[in-house]
């Protein structure tokens, strides 16, 4: 081989050893270590309440009084069918089997059908998604609602504007605004949705440090610090209301509170495994959000 043959060799084998080091630059090897590609786990099985804990005021925990709680044409239905035209303030919360600390939930619902009779006018169209409440079978038979913090659901009566996405505090606090907010219930910033079409809500919960309420991917409402205290909740174990307790984990319930409503997604990406790592949990919020929002 001629030295200006061998020097052109040369080259090239530089050139080539180059160029894969560029291709191997440009993989998103950051990406792929940072975010962490996660999917949505079905807490109901678009089929029967596998998995789920009724408990209505007046009612025994895991008693479904009347039917309230079914599953119809593959939703989660609440009806007061079989209620006689009187719901005498029967409070009930269908609740997950089992504890989340850090997660993403996502809810898709609407209201149906019209408030059964004696339902309180707060109630027309009202329902919710309860975050981190306490265990059902800490219950007692008269409570009316769970120990926990309350992502409200409201529907529109077609005119007036009416938020969805609202927080209530049964049996606790949260630290709003830099100030610890001991009022019952505060508005989003969500629009107001009219009529029985769908709403997906969304929310992240990051044990004791942030909760926020999210819909089309936009925050429209964020607190911290959730915690036991105040009022709010009625004839309760009070071994088991113990005030300034901090709220890192807790069970998630959905409401029946008068008036009809359905629920088609029940979903969660549990963030717990990836929660020390703040790179991670960080980059896959972000992805989610981003997610959200198309």
């Known amino acids: 081989m001629k030295i200006y043959q061998f020097i052109i060799l040369a080259g090239l084998i530089f050139t080539i050893g180059c160029k894969n080091n560029e291709e191997k630059k440009e993989i998103p090897t950051l990406k792929t270590d940072t975010a962490v590609q996660l999917e949505w786990e079905q807490l109901f099985n678009g089929e029967d309440l596998s998995g789920w804990i009724p408990k209505i005021r007046h009612h025994e925990v895991g008693e479904n009084y009347a039917n309230t709680f079914s599953v119809k044409d593959g939703y989660i239905t609440v009806n007061y069918d079989g209620y006689n035209d009187v719901f005498n303030k029967q409070y009930g919360h269908l609740f997950y089997d089992k504890s989340f600390s850090a997660y993403f939930l996502a809810i898709e619902y609407r209201f149906i059908d019209k408030q059964i009779a004696d339902g309180e006018g707060w109630a027309w169209r009202n329902s919710g998604a309860m975050l981190h409440g306490q265990d059902p079978r800490t219950m007692l038979k008269d409570q009316d609602f769970p120990i926990s913090i309350e992502g409200q659901f409201l529907g529109g009566d077609g005119t007036n504007e009416r938020h969805t996405l609202n927080l209530c505090t049964p049996g606790t606090n949260v630290v709003l605004n830099d100030s610890l907010f001991t009022p019952h219930c505060t508005n989003s910033d969500s629009k107001t949705y009219h009529g029985d079409q769908w709403v997906r809500g969304t929310f ?91």
């Open 204 to 294: 992240l919960v990051l044990k004791d440090s942030i909760v926020k309420h999210i819909i089309d991917g936009e925050t429209v409402l964020e607190y911290t610090n959730p915690q036991i205290g105040d009022a709010g909740v009625k004839d309760f174990d009070p071994t088991v209301k113990q005030d300034g307790k901090a709220l890192t984990e807790g069970f998630i319930s959905i409401q029946s509170e008068s008036h009809p409503v359905q629920f088609r997604k029940v979903e969660i990406i549990d963030l717990d495994p990836i929660y020390s790592n703040k790179e991670k949990l960080n980059a896959t919020i972000d992805a989610i959000l981003k997610e959200e929002k198309s």
